[in-house]
């Protein structure tokens, strides 16, 4: 079976502040993808990334960073230098081959805010 | 850009009505899903449709039934509306192709039942 688990429920931080939401997950899938989206208030699930179980290098976009463990089962999610616009829910999801990809398991997400 | 749109952004029905949530996307994605979002729950796959009149059971489909007839329209119904029912709803699309496997999100609906 596969499973994500996000064990931070809600992160406060104040702005300018880096701050690291993780990601553990349990696949037998020896092929799977790992992913990142954001939810802000308005509601809407906005993707972030895709990783590959083959492709552990790190990944930089901006303020964003995310780094993939596949040692500790890890996909932690680095944002730099908070901003008030990155207060969100952000949630961590996986596939795997065994569902041809198709299908999305997700954490119970991190609801992040972030304050002036 | 991928678009996905959900009939409403709100609704209220009443216990026992039939209610129908519809999503249209417009980039020709083969794969359609729906979710339900509950606080402490995450998000959890009511139903998956992976062709036009396709479709497979997800985590939670019970007291839910979908429709596809055409491929850029699926449609979520609950045949009788109950309150446990009240919750955010979300219409997600994809490619049926592993490494663009990503799904894009509708904006959502949020159902209450009264």
């Known amino acids: 079976a596969q499973k994500v688990t996000q064990a931070q429920t809600e992160i406060s931080v104040v702005e300018k502040e880096d701050v690291t939401l993780d990601c553990v997950y349990e696949?037998?899938?020896?092929?799977?993808?790992l992913f990142w989206y954001k939810q802000p208030p308005s509601g809407e699930l906005v993707f972030l990334i895709r990783?590959?179980?083959?492709?552990?290098q790190n990944e930089i976009s901006g303020r964003y960073s995310w780094n993939f463990q596949k040692s500790t089962s890890s996909f932690n999610f680095t944002i730099t230098a908070s901003q008030v616009v990155d207060s969100a829910v952000y949630f961590c999801?996986?596939?795997?081959?065994?569902?041809?990809?198709?299908?999305?398991?997700f954490g119970t997400g991190t609801r992040l805010l972030v304050s002036p | 850009d991928v678009k996905v749109t959900q009939s409403s952004r709100y609704l209220v029905k009443r216990t026992g009505e039939k209610v129908f949530l519809e999503c249209v996307q417009d980039?020709?994605?083969?794969?359609m899903f729906w979710y339900r979002q509950d606080p402490g729950l995450g998000l959890r796959l009511i139903y998956f449709?992976?062709?036009?009149?396709?479709?497979e059971k997800g985590d939670i489909p019970e007291g839910y039934s979908v429709s596809r007839e055409k491929k850029e329209r699926f449609s979520l119904i609950l045949e009788s509306a109950s309150t446990n029912q009240t919750s955010m709803y979300l219409c997600?699309?994809?490619?049926?192709?592993?490494?663009?496997?990503?799904?894009?999100f509708g904006p959502g609906t949020r159902l209450t039942v009264t």
């Open positions: 980039m020709d994605h083969e794969n």
């Open positions: 449709s992976y062709d036009v009149k396709m479709k």
């Open positions: 999801a996986l596939s795997g081959v065994n569902t041809g990809f198709q299908k999305l398991v």
């Open positions: 997600a699309s994809s490619l049926a192709a592993g490494d663009r496997s990503e799904q894009y």
């Open positions: 696949t037998r899938d020896t092929t799977y993808y």
């Open positions: 990783r590959n179980s083959f492709d552990e």
